[in-house]
């Protein structure tokens, strides 16, 4: 289980790293025009699509297969990728071709990303005890929290050291191949972990699914329908509320790229710190009341908090940066075990790939281009937090009307 949670780090570290780092790649890989930007975020927003069709396919394997499986496969994937994103040519070498490859790339880690996270989810929760679900399973989001800080912190690092030509002939290339060596250590860690107790129970008991994705969509509909509107509003406020964050305080903060990351690297302090304790706090007081207070917070503050970034003013944008991290965290602290806790072991990986997964895409790669695409037309600062608010809106009918799901509790 150690194992399962760390090795996250290493693959949302690479994930999120293009994000942290879009206003260096819009330069090196789009040709650093006015549009550059927004053509690296719409980069990111497609190749995202393909998370869905990873997760199916990850799932399949992981329910049919297993869950140790299903994770080595991932992590290979994401090996190789990064490593030939590290040596890539940039637009000044080879022109409009290099944003080309490196779409392709990206689109290879989003394929691998949607098998890792509903992966590492269920290996956790089924081999924790039932009454620390919550905070055990929330490990996987601290962990991916906790690399999107390395990215951020490594990309803020490296601008802040190098030169800006030194950065775009050789030093943009450092995070990406301390993600690919991280990832090849990784995958040797993981090749010594053992398989999930529930999918042992199913293989002994002849319970497999030979069938998951039909399996999962006759089972568990209204199981996908729930874990759908749960990751929709963890997604917005994850990708818009935390990893955009550089990127509009860049473009409408009025700060600079270094100043812009380090903010954000102080965020993800924030949200590693409140995962675990809304984690614990949901083992206690059910998943279902602190969903629906955190959901109440998400549809009240992102529009002052995202005033606040916009003011220019440093440690106002760190305030807001701070809290609306501090909302998301604890969005997908909860949402991580709540939505794995719709299905039971049988079509789990794929039911998640469905709901929670389809969501993602959605509201997760596609939210921060929208964002920063009606920011940059309406010139109004607050629509990101508009966004986010809108989701909250949304979703808190289903949860008023979710069963819960914490021991004691039912589907």
Do not use: K
């Not at 995202?48 to 199916?56: E, K, N």
């Not at 943009?172 to 972990?193: E, H, K, N, Q, Y």
């Not at 302090?269 to 998400?298: E, K, N």
């Not at 895409?361 to 809108?390: E, N, S």
């Amino acid at each position: 289980m150690a194992i399962a949670a760390v090795s996250t780090v290493v693959e949302w570290y690479d994930f999120t790293l293009y994000l942290y780092f879009a206003p260096v790649i819009a330069r090196l890989f789009f040709g650093g025009n006015g549009a550059s930007l927004i053509t690296a975020l719409a980069g990111f927003a497609i190749a995202y699509l393909l998370r869905p069709l990873g997760a199916i396919v990850f799932g399949h394997i992981g329910d049919r297969f297993g869950r140790r499986r299903m994770m080595l496969l991932s992590m290979a994937m994401m090996s190789l990728a990064m490593l030939v994103t590290a040596l890539l040519p940039t637009y000044p070498a080879i022109g409009a071709a290099a944003g080309w490859l490196l779409l392709l790339l990206r689109c290879v880690m989003s394929f691998s990303v949607g098998g890792e996270y509903t992966g590492v989810v269920a290996y956790l929760m089924e081999g924790a005890g039932p009454r620390r679900r919550g905070l055990i399973t929330s490990c996987a989001s601290a962990a991916s929290e906790v690399g999107g800080l390395l990215a951020v912190g490594v990309s803020a690092l490296t601008v802040h050291l190098l030169g800006v030509a030194d950065l775009a002939s050789w030093g943009w290339r450092i995070p990406f191949f301390v993600g690919a060596a991280l990832a090849g250590g990784v995958w040797f860690a993981r090749s010594a972990m053992e398989e999930s107790p529930d999918f042992e129970r199913q293989a002994a008991a002849g319970a497999a699914p030979a069938r998951p994705l039909r399996y999962a969509l006759t089972h568990h509909r209204a199981g996908i329908f729930r874990s759908f509107a749960i990751s929709a509003l963890g997604s917005i406020t994850y990708y818009v509320g935390i990893t955009y964050i550089p990127a509009f305080l860049t473009s409408v903060g009025s700060l600079s790229e270094g100043m812009s990351l380090w903010l954000s690297t102080i965020a993800a302090v924030a949200v590693i710190a409140i995962t675990p304790i809304v984690g614990a706090l949901s083992d206690r007081a059910g998943r279902r009341p602190v969903l629906i207070g955190l959901t109440l917070c998400s549809a009240l503050l992102p529009a002052p908090l995202f005033w606040l970034m916009a003011s220019g003013s440093p440690v106002r944008a760190l305030a807001g940066a701070i809290l609306l991290a501090a909302v998301a965290g604890g969005v997908s602290a909860v949402g991580a075990v709540a939505t794995a806790e719709q299905f039971p072991g049988e079509g789990r990986l794929t039911g998640l790939a469905l709901g929670a997964t389809g969501a993602t895409a959605l509201f997760g790669g596609l939210t921060p281009f929208v964002a920063h695409t009606l920011v940059t037309r309406t010139a109004w600062p607050l629509v990101p937090g508009v966004m986010i608010a809108l989701v909250a809106l949304l979703v808190l009918p289903i949860l008023l009307r979710m069963r819960e799901t914490a021991p004691g509790g039912s589907v």
